[in-house]
């Protein structure tokens, strides 16, 4: 299924971007080798996430503890800054802070309208490289037991940065597609074909998150 979201990602990175964040979250992982912190840091957390999912407790109950727990867990605004690109130079501290918000809740929107449609995966932890003193690679495959015979497997790296006890997940990188570089063309077409204004990029983004929450198409740039 990742597959098919990375080949098709001029349809909306954001949705790749979460759709491939809760694939990681809502799979368990395989049994661990001899790992680093920051492989810690991601297998810890798909465990909690994990946990969160399949606990009791109403519907609402769960959507604002997965709420929390992805605020803790990723760095959307780091990502949100990272995905307008140059333009983010010239727009206003309030012009950013609501673009900021919007995409965070837009990002919401995704993550609760799909994080219950995956099951059975297993998420293995490769390796890992450090890029920085702050800046790491981790590297996972996916592991599908319903694959067709002879598949080859689907390649998950989480860009972590910070130290232990202070990790953040900053992009997702799904079968060599960088996920956030992938949101920043999405946004640079919208924004070339709307005079740069940031004001209605956010304003699309308001647009797309109450569609989804209508149960509505992720579509409609």
Do not use: C
């Not at 492989?39 to 929390?68: M, P, W, Y």
């Amino acid at each position: 299924m990742i597959q098919t979201f990375a080949r098709t990602h001029f349809t909306g990175g954001i949705r790749l971007l979460a759709l491939a964040a809760i694939v990681a979250i809502a799979m368990p992982f395989a049994a661990a080798r001899g790992a680093t912190p920051a492989e810690d840091f991601v297998q810890a957390n798909v465990q909690k996430g994990l946990t969160i999912l399949n606990s009791g407790g109403s519907k609402e109950q769960k959507r604002e503890q997965f709420r929390s727990f992805l605020l803790g867990l990723t760095d959307l605004k780091r990502v949100a800054d990272y995905t307008l690109g140059p333009v983010k130079n010239s727009t206003s501290p309030a012009d950013l802070a609501a673009f900021e918000d919007a995409f965070r809740e837009y990002a919401f929107a995704v993550y609760e309208s799909e994080f219950t449609k995956y099951s059975g995966q297993t998420l293995k932890v490769t390796g890992s490289v450090q890029r920085k003193a702050d800046d790491f690679l981790v590297s996972t495959v996916l592991i599908d037991p319903h694959a067709a015979k002879g598949s080859d497997p689907i390649t998950v790296d989480f860009r972590i940065f910070g130290s232990p006890g202070h990790f953040t997940i900053a992009d997702i990188i799904v079968l060599g597609l960088d996920l956030a570089i992938t949101e920043q063309d999405d946004f640079s077409s919208f924004l070339s074909q709307n005079n740069n204004s940031v004001k209605a990029l956010t304003a699309n983004l308001k647009e797309r998150a109450a569609r989804v929450r209508a149960g509505g198409s992720l579509s409609g740039k």
